[in-house]
């Protein structure tokens, strides 16, 4: 992908202030909203069904997140899900911890079902869960034996692909090295730090970035979700050089934060390391 | 105003840390209890009826905030608003999202029918919600043409001062120039800085600093709330001071807490830029 | 208590990675995440009561903290924690608020009542309330009448030594002086710093990481929550040492996280001031 798309990619988030209306778990919910701000985009929470239908209603994008999640707010989602379908809204699920409880794999499976999706964004255990091929997943981080590596990443691609095309959407799988794919193009992405993994919530704010992204580019949701996910990965990259000795996971969110803040298109264009596979 | 009695606010509060109870959304609560405890407050949060009933009991002040409001807790604010009310509480609404959707309109507007509030504070797109005069609003923060401008300030004072006629209670409008009124006397402040708008929960914040000025102050709201306000804008000032090149909102999220925390007296007084209209 | 053995229960947390459902308030929940993970454990946070089931059963250890319970969550942790206790995992109360209000003290009451605790964690009065020998406290805060001192030192060991009799358990009671003992011994802890108190949520943050440390430890609970305690304090004074003139409250809850990640072995055995009392 050229490196120029991910540029336009992020300006069109500056230009444009998407607006997402985030159903997300009470654990990161307040990076997610600083992330989302420090991206460009702007952030609104609901989830009382009748709140959550009316505040779609005014957003341009919707991201749904199935940590912590209960009986009341998996409603929620279903009912405020076919209103952005209505509307058009670019929808993002991020199946957070699906396949670690029936409950969860459930309401992504029937969210996935249901939904007209734009993107799916989560670990591979997460996704394999989704495609109905996960073995096991420990908690909400990916099981190990599930990691992309250098050795099966065309395996990887072949099966992101083949579950985009399932699902109709983008799937955007993060890990060691991510992979962003739709039913025919499949790409490897190299940015990010292990320091990521150590702060709660990583994910959490790259599915609403990913939203913001896609909310501003609805036409290219694939290129959009790849400049997301590389420009988080970025983020990360920057964030983890300015750790000193005395820093720790609390200094790295700061700083996460902050080279999301600062990230501009041509820091994106020449860093982004993005391979078709 | 005489700085002097700014100055008398900020030392009421560091000399009797009281005690508000917050009732207010998972976006920013986090933020709204270091917050409180930065400007010398102490907070507790309980949001089920018959505990928040309970703990309203033992507190001196109680902040409403409407934003990720649910039926459960739309009742309780009700329930801890009338105990609040016996016991003669300052109790501060923060309409969070009032405009953006009918159920935040209607509780907004419910509790403010029902409880004898010390202090409304939000924007300006959120008190013309209440106000019944809104056009619209942009989610969670205020539509630009509802702006307070050095043009239409004579008129936004006069607004204000007659909604808080209207409500019997301070109104707090916040934006780049904050005008904060009782039915007799207008005022505008003129601090804060533009990066407040890129992290979540500023407004929230500020209006449960704003509540534990007023506890600690209760009869002199107008005043509290213009050392709140003023304060907090200051604090805003000097966390942009601090900002490095590579600092973005996260920073500034850490260092805004960090001022209100160091802000005394005499940097209030000195600071403030408070002018009555 | 030999220092060698606090560093082999930190060593043995990094090692193992201990996975602890963590059921608790949403003021301070995100803060709990990122401390388990820089202690070295991770996190997992559900509370809807079939998924928090499920979730309890793919974990090592629960956390169990009452702030912002409601009646559903309530009924989750009596759910999960029996779940636990067939599993034989260590499980942690944190009695928030315990004798604030009614349903707070009745919670932890039935909850000390039904589970098989392995340490209770909280301030002197919710300890005292537990005890059923409180007089009142101060919200979430403990009242200064209940502050362990050197000169009430050995009465208050006896207290807690005889409160784990009865309960079973280890039981840590922290303050200016910790004081943490089972049926037999008893230890102060004489680390931590008195900024510890002006951010939300050391007190949660402290419990999630005993549970995790205990979870890594199942047979020497109290030499593993000696040790939490100890750490804890130790990385609160590392980070208090690095405030400088315009850091707060912000800053400082960044540095604690900090000081947590980097707290090594060697670190904990030469800075921790445990005596057996």
């Known amino acids: 992908m050229d490196t120029a798309v991910l540029a336009e990619m992020l300006e069109q988030v500056r230009a444009t202030t998407p607006l997402v209306h985030c159903i997300t778990n009470y654990v990161t919910v307040n990076d997610c909203a600083n992330a989302l701000l420090a991206c460009g985009g702007s952030p609104i929470m609901a989830d009382e069904e009748e709140d959550a239908v009316a505040i779609t209603g005014i957003c341009g994008g919707l991201a749904l997140n199935i940590g912590t999640l209960n009986k009341r707010t998996v409603a929620t989602m279903h009912a405020a899900g076919k209103?952005?379908?209505?509307?058009?809204?670019?929808?993002?699920?991020?199946?957070?911890?699906?396949?670690?409880?029936?409950?969860?794999?459930?309401?992504?499976?029937?969210?996935?079902?249901?939904?007209?999706?734009?993107?799916?964004?989560?670990?591979?255990?997460?996704?394999?869960?989704?495609?109905?091929?996960?073995?096991?997943?420990?908690?909400?981080?990916?099981?190990?034996?599930?990691?992309?590596?250098?050795?099966?990443?065309?395996?990887?691609?072949?099966?992101?692909?083949?579950?985009?095309?399932?699902?109709?959407?983008?799937?955007?799988?993060?890990?060691?090295?991510?992979?962003?794919?739709?039913a025919e193009r499949a790409f490897a992405v190299r940015n990010g730090d292990a320091v990521m993994g150590k702060i709660t919530g990583t994910g959490c704010m790259l599915s609403c970035v990913t939203a913001a992204y896609v909310t501003a580019n609805p036409d290219r949701p694939l290129e959009a979700a790849v400049a997301a996910v590389a420009g988080w990965g970025l983020a990360g990259e920057v964030a983890r050089s300015r750790m000193g000795a005395l820093d720790g996971n609390g200094s790295f969110r700061t700083y996460l934060l902050d080279a999301a803040y600062n990230l501009d298109a041509a820091q994106l264009a020449a860093g982004a390391r993005v391979e078709a596979i």
């Open 83 to 182: 209103r952005a379908a209505e509307l058009g809204h670019p929808i993002l699920l991020d199946p957070v911890g699906a396949g670690a409880s029936p409950l969860r794999t459930e309401t992504a499976a029937a969210l996935v079902d249901e939904l007209p999706l734009a993107v799916v964004r989560g670990n591979m255990s997460e996704i394999k869960a989704i495609a109905g091929t996960a073995a096991s997943t420990r908690g909400v981080d990916a099981n190990p034996d599930d990691a992309v590596t250098e050795d099966n990443l065309a395996a990887s691609a072949a099966f992101v692909r083949a579950l985009a095309a399932k699902l109709g959407c983008v799937v955007a799988v993060t890990g060691a090295i991510d992979v962003v794919a739709d």
